[in-house]
């Protein structure tokens, strides 16, 4: 019906009248429709390492927004996997509904897969992210159990307070502050090489803390081809500040020549420990009559007097041989100041026929040794964890034998609690650079994602 054209002419009145009174007022007539840009998702992490089982596995947070909307109405899940078997996209549990929202995903079997994290918006709007997941199987004590990630070789532990250490790692010069509560990557890193004028690994093995002061020991021994690379022959000092999250470290000063001082002196004794036999070039340092060191620790209420402990030789080197700690007298001087090594009476641990690879006391002195093959067979050589007193002749006393069938040798002791006290438990460290994490045939410290590599951290009751 066609209006009259004094109808009509009222109608567009009362509508002009109508809007400018909306204007008067500061008010805008309702639109016809919203408009919603794309949403925009990011991932802290592309790469996400996560076991079978596990306890607190690292999570990725997972940020997203979108023009126009308030980020509360954006939903955010996974919405596919390229291999189920290892996680399906109904594993991936994304929580909270601000910006910012933690990804965690819950792993049935060893292997990759890549997981499609999808953030829909309003307007039916959608974006997407891919993750690259990996998971490494079940372990024993896997509640116990968390995950160091970003490097897979730990090798010397020091505790910095609050549940915090700073690891160090035997393939790079690296130094790495972690959260032990939980899984996950380093909240700090130091690359000390710059600072101590060194081009290729340390090989730092041994680590222990005097006051504000960390002391560290490279291997001191050949590599793994019998050859001599002088970096390996460095000890060296860290000073800290600060405590837990907010540890701060700084470079100190370093000394390149404990090695021929231990072969000298050696030699001076009788050459009662092969060590020049074990440094000539040709020989591995990981065999029974090699020479590595892999243990440092400071005698009982000293600050002075260092124990350097031996994974090569067994003394004598042969089946049932004994583990060797070479007192330092001086090695504060040592390696504060480059001065001449002092060397005290050795000392010979029985530790059923196995060798050091780490030793930590805490201020009671009292001691946990982790004995465990000089060979490089971590994976299937046994491994037992001792308490001792520190004072030479005083036999060791064996607290516990290690698993040994999951990946990675064990290789530091972070902090000892009392030993006296029943169900005091201390943490260990893996190394597990020569581990194949995830079935595919790659050694951990090969992998091509340092989000890939870890080292595992495990709580043993060792008190009582």
């Known amino acids: 019906m066609t209006l009259k054209p004094s109808l009509q002419h009222r109608r567009t009145a009362a509508a002009a009248a109508g809007i400018l009174a909306l204007a008067a007022l500061g008010l805008t007539a309702p639109a016809h429709a919203a408009s919603y840009g794309t949403p925009t998702i990011a991932l802290s992490a592309t790469y996400l390492s996560g076991a079978v089982g596990a306890t607190g596995d690292p999570v990725v947070n997972v940020t997203v927004a979108q023009s126009g909307a308030d980020v509360t109405a954006l939903t955010v899940a996974a919405s596919a996997s390229s291999k189920t078997s290892v996680a399906a996209a109904t594993d991936v549990t994304v929580t909270g509904?601000?910006?910012?929202?933690?990804?965690?995903?819950?792993?049935?079997?060893?292997?990759?897969?890549?997981?499609?994290?999808?953030?829909?918006?309003?307007?039916?709007?959608?974006?997407?992210?891919?993750?690259?997941?990996?998971?490494?199987?079940?372990?024993?004590?896997?509640?116990?159990?968390?995950?160091?990630?970003?490097?897979?070789?730990?090798?010397?532990?020091?505790?910095?307070?609050?549940?915090?250490?700073?690891?160090?790692?035997?393939?790079?010069?690296?130094?790495?502050?972690?959260?032990?509560?939980?899984?996950g990557a380093p909240v700090k890193t130091w690359d000390v090489a710059s600072k101590l004028g060194v081009s290729k690994e340390?090989?730092?093995?041994?680590?222990?803390?005097?006051?504000?002061?960390?002391?560290?020991?490279?291997?001191?021994?050949?590599?793994?081809?019998?050859?001599?690379?002088?970096?390996?022959?460095?000890?060296?000092?860290?000073?800290?500040?600060?405590?837990?999250?907010?540890?701060a470290l700084t470079v100190g000063t370093s000394y390149k020549k404990l090695r021929d001082d231990l072969v000298a002196w050696d030699e001076a004794n009788g050459d009662r420990y092969g060590f020049a036999a074990g440094t000539e070039d040709g020989e591995v340092p990981k065999q029974i009559d090699g020479f590595n060191v892999e243990g440092l620790e400071f005698a009982p209420g000293s600050t002075t007097t260092a124990y350097v402990?031996?994974?090569?030789?067994?003394?004598?080197?042969?089946?049932?041989?004994?583990?060797?700690?070479?007192?330092v007298t001086n090695f504060d001087k040592v390696a504060g100041s480059g001065a001449k090594?002092?060397?005290?009476?050795?000392?010979?641990?029985?530790?059923?026929?196995?060798?050091?690879?780490?030793?930590?006391?805490?201020?009671?002195?009292?001691?946990?040794?982790?004995?465990?093959s000089w060979e490089a067979d971590d994976n299937s050589d046994p491994y037992a964890l001792y308490s001792w007193d520190g004072v030479a002749g005083h036999a060791p006393v064996k607290r516990t034998d290690l698993p040994t069938t999951d990946p990675g040798g064990w290789e530091a002791v972070v902090s000892v609690p009392d030993l006296t006290v029943a169900g005091t438990r201390a943490q260990l460290i893996t190394d597990a650079g020569a581990a194949d994490l995830y079935g595919d045939g790659t050694e951990a410290k090969d992998l091509d994602h340092a989000e890939f590599k870890k080292s595992r951290a495990t709580w043993f009751t060792v008190g009582g």
């Open 309 to 327: 402990g031996f994974r090569a030789p067994l003394v004598p080197p042969k089946s049932g041989g004994k583990g060797l700690i070479v007192p």
């Open 202 to 247: 340390i090989d730092i093995e041994g680590a222990a803390r005097v006051g504000n002061t960390i002391y560290w020991t490279g291997s001191l021994g050949n590599n793994k081809d019998g050859e001599y690379k002088a970096d390996r022959n460095t000890v060296f000092t860290t000073t800290v500040s600060g405590s837990g999250a907010s540890t």
């Open 97 to 183: 509904t601000g910006a910012t929202r933690p990804l965690a995903v819950t792993a049935h079997a060893r292997g990759y897969t890549d997981l499609t994290i999808k953030v829909t918006g309003l307007g039916g709007k959608t974006a997407t992210k891919t993750l690259h997941y990996a998971a490494s199987a079940a372990v024993q004590n896997a509640t116990d159990t968390r995950y160091l990630t970003g490097s897979s070789d730990a090798s010397a532990a020091v505790d910095v307070g609050d549940g915090y250490a700073v690891v160090a790692d035997d393939e790079s010069n690296v130094l790495r502050l972690y959260n032990l509560a939980v899984s």
């Open 341 to 372: 090594p002092v060397f005290g009476t050795p000392i010979e641990l029985n530790l059923g026929g196995l060798a050091i690879r780490d030793i930590r006391k805490n201020a009671a002195n009292q001691y946990l040794v982790v004995a465990g």
